[in-house]
Structure formats: structure tokens, C-alpha cells
């Protein structure tokens, strides 16, 4: 099957060397990423293989200056292992020293998916922004927002949303189609938000001046981030400095393929049962092992393939040289399909079951953060 | 030739009922109108002909209830006597009592004409909203606001702003498409505001609960209005009471036709020097007259076609007993197309004489205002 990857489909087996090429980005190899680069699985293993203007960080970081880690999340279904990528690199980033702005992209799920404003607020706080708090992020070092609650004061609310409905003038339909398939006014307006939850924090009622932001997307993503880049090249209304992003691979879906929260077989949500993400791994977790036994043995198991091992892979073993070892193991036969299950069963366990001790902490803390401020 | 009104051309020779019949407004001829109506001679002369739910506004009227006059302005060019007729009614409805909600549409001129934002803002307050004040709007009754600065606190911007992003799920491209023409992003975002304007009024951080709003335009923006009107009904975030709207004639541009603020030669601006209003209506003044003098005398002048009957008409002659004089000489032949341009020349003197004098106490406080209000 030819590999497709668009914000409206991935399917195929990706050749993300072929992606950065055909989406005009640079290799995350090409770059000299410090230390500290290391500590994180996703960087250290290749998971963030690609990025555009990625030096821009680099720099901030090295120089001590300020920069903002931008990214938004979509308040529908359960959070994920696949979504669990992004927070890893805001909460990294975070400690990092940039300012995190935390997007609900609920204007944007309203107009695409469910018209229960209530349940969507519900969801971005007791299931992402949880989730979010108990991996680790720090909301005091955090500009939490709603897109239909740009609240703040007045000057900095209309700074934002006028910078969205002004950005229209600097793109065509053509474009927009081009990148959003068959456009509705309501995909539309949630694409300039989009666009302008990227570009607003260098304006002046924010962060006071332009100054280097990254988004960490998905490949599949990288279509808003060209647009993003067009428009703030384009718009003169305020002088940015080029956004830049990185991209990772795709989490593993369970069954193989993307991880996919409208497929409820696909994931496994970090509020999961630690018994329930057992039995869906049993279940669902596509194998890279041989038909039978005994050629398994004798020709190994595919670990690139094995969602099993790929979980481990994308986190779930932090251990360089245990994974290393899984992997050869499993390449060589000595390792059956259902062990590296089990080995992964009991990873998740262990991390489900700490996860959710710290979700309860998080839970109030959450509380207490929406008390104290206004949305 | 085949008359034409859509928000993009108004041409031929306007048949008012049928404009009535093919856009489903109602005829105001069919209210009975209370007499403080007879005040204004825009609803005294009939030159506000339709309307659409205007009953409720009457009503609103008769028991002293809250209502809101919602209008934008577009920021562009001169504001001349075809604007001066909204700007009448915003301040006749506001001295029986309405709230005025007045906008700078500069959000929409920015996406569709001028991107320079300062221009368009000195535009509004020394052009535009100096001849209102000088007309006699009040500013302390007025919620005068431009569209990319929402100001006020953070909740009542984001209010806004968030209804008109979330208007998109309820319209599709090809309704959009049938009133706006050709598409483009900026004109979308600027007709997904336009909506917002008409309808915010009503929410809960703006007059704090649904009231009637009356929105006065020309026979032409009708389409905007259905537009509204149909938003106002399927979006379920709020209940809406429907929008009122009514219809007045087009203003005659001085050569005939529509004035239009880009044809320097169809209109004279209320900022006009009076000797070069008299100059342009001397040499551009369409005449209902007839070839020759004798011809005249004999046959009479058609005053439905006299450019210079029709601005008596629609305002500089305020006192009806003398524009029937001057109708009925026109008609007979005994006045000639000089004449009539004479008089509504001095006429227009004097308007102009007496208004410059408004102006000037009009700009200090237009500066005042802009002071003691955070934009």
C-alpha cells in the first residue's frame, strides 16, 4: 500500500525519510542537539526526527533568552499514548525554561464535532489538562486557555481574536482548500485560530515582542504549520519571528497504523484500567512474531512492526540498553511475540497504576487552578 | 434597463414593491406607525419603505422596554448624504430610547480594501464618527466600538469575538457564497463579524439577556440581514430574539444612480466645502428636465428623475408643504431644472454652513471620548 500522509489521512507504511523530503523539512540528525536533549526518549530515539527552524530554540535555549512552546489539544475522547507525545515535549520544553501556551482548541470542536460547549470544557479539564498536570506540567509556568475564552483583559482577548480574523486577508481559498480539503466556513474560522494561537504570543499584549515560539506537531500536522509560516510572513500587522516546529513519528495504533482516539481498539487512554489496557494489549496488539512457533524461533520476530515493542519503544521502557536487548531477543527468535506482551503489560501496569495516583493530586490542583482563574 | 440590487450592484430603475415581494420584506406602509415617527422625514416621506419584524420593535417602543440600533460603518472615503440617512435614524431611534450599538467595520475594510490599520481608525473617528456627533448622536448612549478592538474586560470581548468564530458551524460555503459572490477567506471572516455585530447585543456580558434589535439598512444589504436571521435561528448557544431590520431607498447619486463613496463625482460629503457642493451640483446634478426651455414650460419636469428634487427630498427640505410647492412647479413646467438647483443649493449652504459649525464642537468631543475610553 502507498503510504499517505495528509491532516486527513495516514495510512501506509511511512518512510519518514521520504516525508522530510517531500515536506521540505530538515532531519533532526543534521542537528547538534545538547545535552540535556538526551534525558528525553523522543529526541534521544529519533521519535522527533524532523523539524523547520529548529536553531531558533536551540539558541534561546542556550542563551538563556525567552521562547514559548505552543501547542493546542482537542477536547473530544480519551488522551492517549499517541497524545501523551506531545505533552512529554511541552512538559520537557517547560522545564527547559520556555512559557508553555496551552491551547483548548474548543471553538475548533464545536465547529467540527459536537455543539455541547459544557461537555467539551469538561472534557479539556478533567481528561487532558489532568492528564497533562499529572505527567508533570506546571500551570503556574502556564498560559491555559479556551479559544472561546481569550479572556484575560480586554486589549490582550481582542488581540488575539482580531489577529485571527485578520489574518484572512493574507490567504486564498485555494490555499486553504489545498490544505484543509473540502473548506467549510466552520473549519475556516478554526483554522485562522489555529493560526493565531501559533502566532499571538509575540504580540505585544502577550509576551511583549516577537520572540522564538515551537510547536511540536505530528508529520501529519506540518500542512498547518507551512500555512502558519505563510501567514506570518505575509501579514505585516506585526513583525514575528518565524514559528518553528518539529515533527514526530506516529504513535503505534494497536492494531498497526496510526493511534486513532475515534477507534476505540486502537488506543489505550491514560485513564485506562491498568486490567482493561492488559486485556486490549492481549487482544488487539498487532505482532511482528511468525506463524508458528518453531519459525520464530528459527527467523526471529520483526520488532519495527510490533506494536508491543514499539510502545516499549515510544516510552514505556526508558532503559536504552533494556530496549536494546528486547529488540535483539525478539530479532532473534529468542523472544516470543506473547512475552514481549507480557513484558509491555507489565510496563503499562506499573505506569498506569503511578499515573493514576498522580491524576487524583493533579484533579485538585486543576480545581483549584480554574478557581483562581478567570475563564 | 433590467433593474439589479445585490450587495455588489444596484443598477436601473428600482422597483420598490417588487424588491418587497422578491426579498420577502414586508411593506412599512402596512404599520401604523406612532406619531413621533412623523418627526423623521425618512419614515415621513416613505423613503424607509420595508421591514422585517419591525412590529417588535414598535412594541418595544410603546412600553418603554429596552431595545437595541445596531449599524456598522466602513471606514472608507467620505461619509456623504446616502450615509447621513443611516446616521439619521441611529440618532432618531436613540432619542426614543434605544441603546446604539455603533460599529467600525475595520476588521472588513482591512480584509477587503485598505491594510493600513491606523488610516482606517483616524478614518472612522475624524470622518465618520464626527459627522454622527455632529448630527446629534449622543456618545454617552452609544456602544461605539471598532471590530479588531473589542475592548472592554476580557469575558465581554471574548464573548463576542468567540459567537462570530462559532457562527461558522451554522452556514455553509454555498449560502456564503450565494450573498457574498466569490468567496474569499477574509470576506468570510468579515461576514462571520458582521453577524456577530448584529447579534452580540443580546448575550449575557452585553445587555445581559435576548432584547429586539433593529438594524436599518439599505434595500441592497438585505441579504446580510437574512443571513443574520438565519444564524440567529440555528445557533443554539444562545437564545436569540430575532433581529428587526428595515429598508430605506437608495439616496440619488448626483449623476442618478446610487452614490457611491469610490465615484467623487455621484455625492457630496457632509464635510464638503460649500461652494464646491454647489459647483458639483451645477455641473453633475442629473435633471428631470426637459431639452429645451419651451419644451419645459409646456410639458413640465419629472421630479421622480431630478437629482436636486430628490436630496430635497430626502432630507434638505425638511418642510413637506414646500417640497409639494416645489413638486407641483417642477411639474407644471412653471419651475425650471436651474431653479430647483439653485434652491437645493442654498438649502445645502446652509446645511453645510450650520453643520461645519457642529463639526468643529463635534471633533473635541470625539478626542474626549477617545480619552476617557480604552481602545
Partial sequence: ?????????????????????????????????????????????????????????????????????????????????????VADQVIFYQKLGAKVYLNVADIEA?????????????????????????????????????????????????SYYSLASMLARHVTYNEFKAIYGDVSPGKMAAALLQAADMLHPQLPEFEGKPLPVVVPVGADQDPHLRLARDLAKRCKLHKFIQLSSTNHKFAFGLKGGKMSSSDLTSYIALSEDPKEAARKIKKYAFSG????????????????????????KFGLESDDSKLEDLRKKYLSGEMLSGEMKMYLVEKITE??????????????????????NVF
Avoid at 540528525?29 to 526518549?41: G, I, Q, R
Avoid at 512474531?289 to 510502545?311: C, I, S, W, Y
Avoid at 505506569?351 to 483562581?372: D, G, I, T
Wanted: net charge positive; glycine share 6%; proline share 3%.
Fill in 110 to 158: 464545536y465547529n467540527s464535532r459536537s455543539d455541547n460547549l459544557k461537555e467539551l470544557h469538561k472534557v479539556a479539564l478533567e481528561e487532558y489538562l489532568t492528564n497533562y498536570v499529572a505527567l508533570g506540567l506546571d500551570l503556574s509556568k502556564c498560559d491555559f486557555y479556551f479559544q472561546s475564552k481569550r479572556s484575560l483583559d480586554g486589549a490582550k482577548s481582542n
Fill in 289 to 312: 512474531g511468525r506463524a508458528t512457533l518453531e519459525e520464530h524461533r528459527k527467523k526471529g520476530g520483526n520488532p519495527d512492526v510490533d506494536v508491543a515493542f514499539q510502545m516499549l
Fill in 1 to 85: 500500500m502507498a503510504a499517505k500522509v495528509t491532516p486527513w489521512e495516514v495510512k501506509g507504511k511511512i518512510n519518514y525519510n521520504k516525508l522530510i523530503k517531500d515536506f521540505g523539512l530538515k532531519s533532526m540528525s543534521s542537528l547538534k542537539l545538547p545535552a540535556v536533549f538526551e534525558k528525553e526518549v523522543l529526541f534521544r530515539r529519533g521519535l522527533v526526527f524532523a523539524h523547520r527552524d529548529f536553531e531558533r530554540i536551540l539558541k534561546a535555549i542556550k542563551e538563556k533568552k525567552p521562547f514559548v512552546m505552543m501547542t493546542g489539544l482537542m477536547p473530544s475522547g480519551k488522551m492517549h499514548f499517541g497524545h501523551k507525545m
Fill in 351 to 372: 505506569f498506569l497504576e503511578s499515573h493514576h495516583k498522580k491524576r487524583k493530586v493533579a484533579k485538585k490542583q486543576v480545581k483549584k487552578f480554574m478557581k483562581e
